[in-house]
């Protein structure tokens, strides 16, 4: 069956960086467009990047443009999001996810 295990959240300073990965198994991985999603305290789900399946295609929200990246390594079936010059409004638990399927979500702390 479809499993997607996020992982690679935690604690950071403003202005650190983190690397979140989600290890991905039980479908062909290299053919679908994979996104990360992002749910902040008392807020509702955020598209926070997409990318498509050859990984040639990417998109990412404004509010994390010029920070974030997406990635994926289709040979080990693994989605990345490197996360730059953090702030504390990314505070959030981040999730991968592919149409009805999502990980269990990684929680990323932006705090001094």
């Known amino acids: 069956q479809v499993q997607l295990v996020d992982s690679g959240g935690g604690l950071v300073q403003p202005g650190g960086s983190l690397r979140l990965s989600c290890a991905a198994s039980g479908f062909p991985f290299g053919i679908y467009t994979m996104m990360w999603v992002r749910q902040a305290p008392g807020e509702g789900l955020e598209c926070v990047s997409v990318?498509?399946?050859?990984?040639?295609?990417?998109d990412v929200a404004d509010s994390v443009k010029g920070r974030f990246t997406i990635s994926r390594d289709n040979t080990k079936h693994t989605l990345f999001l490197q996360m730059n010059s953090l702030k504390p409004e990314d505070t959030a638990i981040y999730y991968c996810?592919?149409?009805?399927?999502w990980g269990q979500g990684t929680q990323v702390t932006v705090s001094s």
């Open positions: 996810n592919l149409d009805q399927f």
């Open positions: 990318i498509s399946p050859g990984g040639s295609h990417t």
